[in-house]
Each structure stands twice: as C-alpha cells, then as structure tokens.
C-alpha cells in the first residue's frame, strides 16, 4: 500500500504539471530512512488554511486547462441539426462490434 501512494504522490499530474504531493503539501516528496516513523502532526486549522490556498493555486491552472481543452476541441465541432424523434438516420456499424453468439449443436437420438 505505501508503494502505491509513493507512486502516486511522486508523479506529475498532466493539468497542473506538478507532483500530486506537491499540491497537497506544498514541498518535494523526499524519502527518510524510516518511513514508517511518525512524524508531528498538523494542526487542523493550519492544515485546512493549507489545503485552501493549494486547491486556490491548482483550481486557477485546471480552469485554464479546461478552457484550452475546450478551444481545441471546439475547432472541429460542427453545428448539429435539432432531431425529432420521427426523423430516420443511417448508422453506421463500422466501429461497432458484436459479440459472437455462442453455437447450440442440437443432437438429434
């Protein structure tokens, strides 16, 4: 479990560009000896006026980046027709995929 979150916390994320420990804690991820020894705890009102001006900082980046998802995306969209639910279209099964049916042999005695 702690390889897991050490994987997690040591990568940078694609929107923010900078590693998830970092946003959460506001310093580089650095590995102790001991891993497992507990360290001070925070206080709660430290942690939380924190953990606001971190969400703050990556809220501004991920509205940015959204916007610019948004504008690329945006430059091949076509206008659409309104549909009625009596209008008839063609679909096309080019990307569909279907299962294959299992085979039933049917024996005869």
């Keep these: 479990m702690a390889s897991a979150e050490f994987v997690v916390n040591n990568k940078v994320h694609i929107a923010t560009k900078i590693l998830s420990f970092m946003a959460n804690y506001e310093r580089e991820l650095k590995i102790k000896k001991n891993i497992r020894k ?3 705890v925070e206080n709660t009102m430290e942690f939380v006026k ?7 900082k990556t809220g501004v980046v991920l509205k940015k ?4 998802m948004k504008k690329q995306t945006n430059k091949r969209r076509k206008e659409t027709k309104n549909w009625k639910k009596e209008n ?4 096309s099964t080019k990307d569909l995929v279907f299962k294959k049916r299992p085979v039933i042999n049917i024996i005869k005695l």
């Design 88 to 91: 008839r279209v063609i679909l």
């Design 38 to 40: 507990r360290g001070k």
């Design 50 to 56: 924190r953990i606001k001006k971190v969400y703050k």
């Design 65 to 68: 980046t959204q916007k610019d």
